[in-house]
C-alpha cells in the first residue's frame, strides 16, 4: 500500500466511525417503527440540537477532507 492508499484508508475510517458514532445517537433518542426499521419521528422526540450539529460537523469535515483527497490524487474535477 503507497502513503496515498494508507491515508485514505485513515480518512475512510474516521468517517465511518463519525457516521457510527452519529447513527448510535439518533438509535438512543429516537424509536423505531413497529416493524423496527425506519425511525418514528411521529412522536416528536426533542434531539439536543449541539450533539447533533456536533455529529454533522464531524461527518461533513470528514466528507470535504476525503473530496479534496481525492481531487488533489485522482485528477477528479470538483
Known amino acids: 500500500m ?6 485514505i484508508d485513515k480518512e475512510l475510517a474516521k468517517l ?4 457510527d458514532a452519529f447513527m448510535e445517537y439518533i438509535d438512543a433518542q429516537v424509536p423505531k417503527d413497529g ?4 425511525f418514528d419521528f411521529s412522536s416528536a422526540p426533542m434531539l439536543d440540537a449541539k450533539t447533533v450539529y456536533e ?5 461533513d469535515y470528514q466528507a470535504r477532507k476525503i473530496r479534496g483527497f481525492v481531487i488533489r490524487n485522482l485528477g477528479v474535477k470538483a
Open 35 to 38: 416493524k423496527g426499521i425506519a
Open 2 to 7: 503507497n502513503s496515498n492508499e494508507i491515508e
Open 16 to 19: 465511518i466511525d463519525a457516521r
Open 55 to 59: 455529529h454533522f460537523y464531524k461527518l
